[in-house]
Protein backbone atom coordinates (compact mmCIF):
# COMPACT_ATOMS: atom_id res chain seq x y z
CA UNK A 1 0.00 0.00 0.00
CA UNK A 2 2.54 2.48 0.90
CA UNK A 3 4.37 2.01 -2.55
CA UNK A 4 1.29 2.45 -4.53
CA UNK A 5 -0.77 4.89 -2.46
CA UNK A 6 0.15 8.44 -1.88
CA UNK A 7 1.70 8.87 1.89
CA UNK A 8 -0.94 11.03 3.85
CA UNK A 9 0.46 11.21 7.43
CA UNK A 10 -3.07 10.52 9.29
CA UNK A 11 -3.25 6.72 6.97
CA UNK A 12 -1.80 4.22 8.73
CA UNK A 13 -3.41 1.51 6.07
CA UNK A 14 -5.77 -0.57 8.11
CA UNK A 15 -3.08 -1.16 10.90
CA UNK A 16 -5.15 0.50 13.69
CA UNK A 17 -8.20 -1.90 12.55
CA UNK A 18 -6.77 -5.02 12.37
CA UNK A 19 -8.49 -5.76 15.65
CA UNK A 20 -11.97 -4.74 14.03
CA UNK A 21 -11.16 -6.43 10.51
CA UNK A 22 -10.31 -9.58 13.06
CA UNK A 23 -13.50 -9.74 14.82
CA UNK A 24 -15.71 -8.57 11.93
CA UNK A 25 -14.41 -11.57 9.54
CA UNK A 26 -14.48 -14.05 12.34
CA UNK A 27 -18.24 -13.26 12.53
CA UNK A 28 -18.66 -12.89 8.88
CA UNK A 29 -16.71 -16.34 8.19
CA UNK A 30 -19.09 -18.28 10.96
CA UNK A 31 -22.06 -17.18 8.83
CA UNK A 32 -20.45 -18.20 5.44
CA UNK A 33 -19.53 -21.25 3.62
CA UNK A 34 -15.28 -21.95 3.55
CA UNK A 35 -15.73 -21.60 -0.35
CA UNK A 36 -16.25 -17.83 0.03
CA UNK A 37 -13.49 -16.94 2.54
CA UNK A 38 -11.67 -14.82 0.31
CA UNK A 39 -15.27 -13.16 -0.57
CA UNK A 40 -15.24 -12.52 3.33
CA UNK A 41 -11.93 -11.30 3.72
CA UNK A 42 -12.22 -8.77 1.15
CA UNK A 43 -15.25 -7.39 2.09
CA UNK A 44 -13.90 -6.83 5.36
CA UNK A 45 -10.60 -4.90 4.13
CA UNK A 46 -12.94 -2.65 2.21
CA UNK A 47 -15.51 -1.86 4.87
CA UNK A 48 -13.29 -1.17 7.42
CA UNK A 49 -10.43 0.57 5.43
CA UNK A 50 -12.11 2.95 2.42
CA UNK A 51 -14.33 4.87 4.57
CA UNK A 52 -11.47 6.76 6.47
CA UNK A 53 -9.22 7.12 2.82
CA UNK A 54 -9.30 9.70 1.36
CA UNK A 55 -11.44 9.89 -1.70
CA UNK A 56 -8.84 10.05 -4.57
CA UNK A 57 -7.52 6.84 -2.67
CA UNK A 58 -10.15 4.78 -2.87
CA UNK A 59 -10.05 3.15 -6.42
CA UNK A 60 -6.44 2.69 -6.58
CA UNK A 61 -7.03 0.63 -3.11
CA UNK A 62 -10.08 -1.50 -4.43
CA UNK A 63 -7.77 -2.14 -7.48
CA UNK A 64 -5.01 -3.11 -4.50
CA UNK A 65 -7.79 -5.58 -3.04
CA UNK A 66 -8.61 -7.23 -6.47
CA UNK A 67 -4.89 -7.80 -6.89
CA UNK A 68 -4.47 -9.26 -3.42
CA UNK A 69 -8.13 -11.17 -4.31
CA UNK A 70 -8.38 -12.41 -7.75
CA UNK A 71 -11.34 -13.57 -9.14
CA UNK A 72 -13.88 -12.07 -6.01
CA UNK A 73 -16.45 -10.07 -6.80
CA UNK A 74 -16.23 -6.76 -7.88
CA UNK A 75 -17.47 -3.65 -5.04
CA UNK A 76 -20.82 -3.15 -6.50
CA UNK A 77 -21.62 -6.99 -5.73
CA UNK A 78 -21.95 -6.28 -1.96
CA UNK A 79 -24.86 -4.50 -0.96
CA UNK A 80 -26.90 -4.82 -4.15
CA UNK A 81 -30.28 -5.08 -1.94
CA UNK A 82 -29.01 -2.01 0.60
CA UNK A 83 -28.54 0.24 -2.88
CA UNK A 84 -31.98 -1.07 -4.31
CA UNK A 85 -33.76 -0.19 -0.98
CA UNK A 86 -32.00 3.47 -0.64
CA UNK A 87 -33.06 4.20 -4.17
CA UNK A 88 -36.67 2.93 -3.96
CA UNK A 89 -36.56 5.17 -0.55
CA UNK A 90 -34.67 8.29 -2.48
CA UNK A 91 -37.80 8.25 -5.00
CA UNK A 92 -40.54 7.59 -2.07
CA UNK A 93 -38.94 11.26 -0.97
CA UNK A 94 -38.71 12.76 -4.46
CA UNK A 95 -35.17 13.13 -4.00
CA UNK A 96 -32.60 12.50 -7.13
CA UNK A 97 -30.34 9.98 -6.81
CA UNK A 98 -26.87 8.99 -7.59
CA UNK A 99 -24.42 6.56 -7.33
CA UNK A 100 -21.24 8.75 -5.81
CA UNK A 101 -23.69 9.74 -3.07
CA UNK A 102 -25.44 6.26 -2.81
CA UNK A 103 -22.09 5.07 -2.48
CA UNK A 104 -21.59 7.57 0.89
CA UNK A 105 -24.67 5.85 2.29
CA UNK A 106 -23.60 2.47 2.16
CA UNK A 107 -19.74 3.46 3.33
CA UNK A 108 -22.15 5.15 6.32
CA UNK A 109 -23.54 1.63 6.70
CA UNK A 110 -20.36 -0.44 6.65
CA UNK A 111 -18.97 2.25 9.41
CA UNK A 112 -21.77 2.01 11.46
CA UNK A 113 -21.38 -1.83 10.87
CA UNK A 114 -17.81 -2.21 12.27
CA UNK A 115 -17.39 0.91 14.82
CA UNK A 116 -19.35 1.94 18.10
CA UNK A 117 -19.89 5.43 16.79
CA UNK A 118 -19.78 7.10 13.37
CA UNK A 119 -19.81 10.89 12.83
CA UNK A 120 -21.04 12.27 9.63
CA UNK A 121 -19.16 15.40 9.18
CA UNK A 122 -19.31 17.81 5.73
CA UNK A 123 -20.42 21.37 4.59
CA UNK A 124 -23.72 22.31 5.45
CA UNK A 125 -26.16 21.08 2.72
CA UNK A 126 -24.31 18.33 1.61
CA UNK A 127 -26.53 15.86 2.50
CA UNK A 128 -25.83 14.21 5.99
CA UNK A 129 -29.01 14.49 7.80
CA UNK A 130 -30.76 12.92 4.52
CA UNK A 131 -28.35 10.09 4.27
CA UNK A 132 -28.65 9.53 7.82
CA UNK A 133 -32.75 8.85 7.39
CA UNK A 134 -32.23 7.02 4.18
CA UNK A 135 -30.26 4.60 5.59
CA UNK A 136 -32.42 4.00 8.26
CA UNK A 137 -35.91 3.56 6.33
CA UNK A 138 -33.76 1.45 3.81
Excluded at 42 to 65: F, I, M, N
Excluded at 78 to 104: F, I, N, P, T
Amino acid sequence: CRQQLPARPHYNWGRGFVTTMVESAALALQAASAKYEDLVLKRTLRSTVVPWLWEPDVPQYLALLDDLFPGTLGEDCYHMKLEQALVEELVAAGLCESADWRSKVVQVYEAQVTCHAVVLLGPPQSGKTTAGHVLRNA
